[in-house]
C-alpha cells in the first residue's frame, strides 16, 4: 500500500502571502492518480486538482499543482481568507482503491 | 449537477451493525460511475472503505473487508453501506462520493455516526 506524508502538517500564514502544501509518496505515483483536496471545518472535501496538476471545475487559478513521480506540491499564489482549510492529497491504486495524507493544516497567522 | 445525502441512525451500539444509506439525486446510479463510502474519526484524516459499480461490483479496503458490505437499489437511486461488528473506532463522519476519473468528484454532506451503549 502507498503511504503519502504531507508536510507541513500546519503552515501558518498570511492572506495575501504564497503557500507551499507538499506530499510525498512511498512509492511512484502515475501523476494521472494524484489529486488534493480542500476541507473546511464542519464540510466535506472539495476536490481542487486531479491529474497532479488540472484543476477542477470552478477552482480558481491562485490554485495549482505541480509534481510527478513521489513528489507533489500544492501551491496556492495569493491566499484568500477563504482558503484557510485542511488540504488532503490521495493517490489512486489497486484496493485501497483511494489512499489520503494525513492533512496539513493551513491556518492565519 | 449530482447531489448525494446520506442518512443513518447516528447512534450505533458497540458489536451492531453500522447501516447507511446514500440518495442520489441530479443523476442515475445506474450512469456508468463507481460510487465510494468515505469515513473520517472525529479531528482525523480520510478513510476510504470501498465502492460500488452500477453493475453491482466492489471493492473494498483490505482491512475493513470482513466487515464491510457495500450493495445498491438501482429502482431508488440509491446505495448503502454495512459495517458489521462495531467498535469506538468505527465512530467518524462518513460520507458517500461519486467517483470520476481516479478522484472522488462529488461528495455528500456526511453523517456522524457515534458507536457507544
Known amino acids: 500500500e502507498i503511504v503519502l506524508t504531507q508536510s507541513p502538517g500546519t503552515l501558518s500564514l498570511s492572506p495575501g502571502e504564497r503557500a507551499t502544501l507538499s506530499c510525498r509518496a512511498s512509492?511512484?505515483?502515475?501523476?494521472?492518480?494524484f489529486a488534493w483536496y480542500q476541507q473546511k471545518p464542519g464540510q466535506a472535501p472539495r476536490l481542487l486538482i486531479s491529474?497532479?496538476?488540472t484543476r477542477a471545475t470552478g477552482i480558481p487559478d491562485r490554485f495549482s499543482g505541480s509534481g510527478s513521480g513521489t513528489d507533489f506540491t500544492l501551491t496556492i499564489s495569493r491566499l484568500e481568507p477563504e482558503d484557510f482549510a485542511v488540504y488532503y492529497c490521495?493517490?489512486?491504486?489497486?484496493?485501497?482503491?483511494?489512499?489520503f495524507g494525513q492533512g496539513t493544516k493551513l491556518e492565519i497567522k | 449537477q449530482v447531489q448525494l445525502q446520506e442518512s443513518g441512525p447516528g447512534l450505533v451500539k458497540p458489536s451492531g451493525t453500522l447501516s447507511l444509506t446514500c440518495a442520489v439525486s441530479?443523476?442515475?446510479?445506474?450512469?456508468?460511475?463507481?460510487w465510494s463510502w468515505v469515513r473520517q474519526p472525529p479531528g482525523k484524516g480520510l478513510e476510504w472503505i470501498g465502492e460500488?459499480?452500477?453493475?453491482?461490483?466492489?471493492n473494498y479496503d483490505p482491512s475493513l473487508r470482513s466487515r464491510v458490505t457495500i450493495s445498491l437499489d438501482k429502482s431508488k437511486n440509491q446505495f448503502f453501506l454495512q459495517l458489521s461488528t462495531v467498535t469506538a473506532a468505527d465512530t467518524a463522519v462518513y460520507y458517500c462520493?461519486?467517483?470520476?476519473?481516479?478522484?472522488?468528484?462529488?461528495w455528500g454532506q456526511g453523517t456522524l455516526i457515534t458507536v457507544s451503549s
Open positions: 460500488i459499480s452500477h453493475t453491482g461490483s466492489t
Open positions: 490521495q493517490q489512486y491504486g489497486s484496493p485501497p482503491r483511494y489512499t
Open positions: 462520493a461519486r467517483n470520476g476519473d481516479y478522484v472522488l468528484e462529488y
Open positions: 512509492q511512484t505515483v502515475s501523476s494521472n492518480y
Open positions: 491529474g497532479a496538476s
Open positions: 441530479g443523476g442515475s446510479i445506474s450512469s456508468g460511475y463507481w
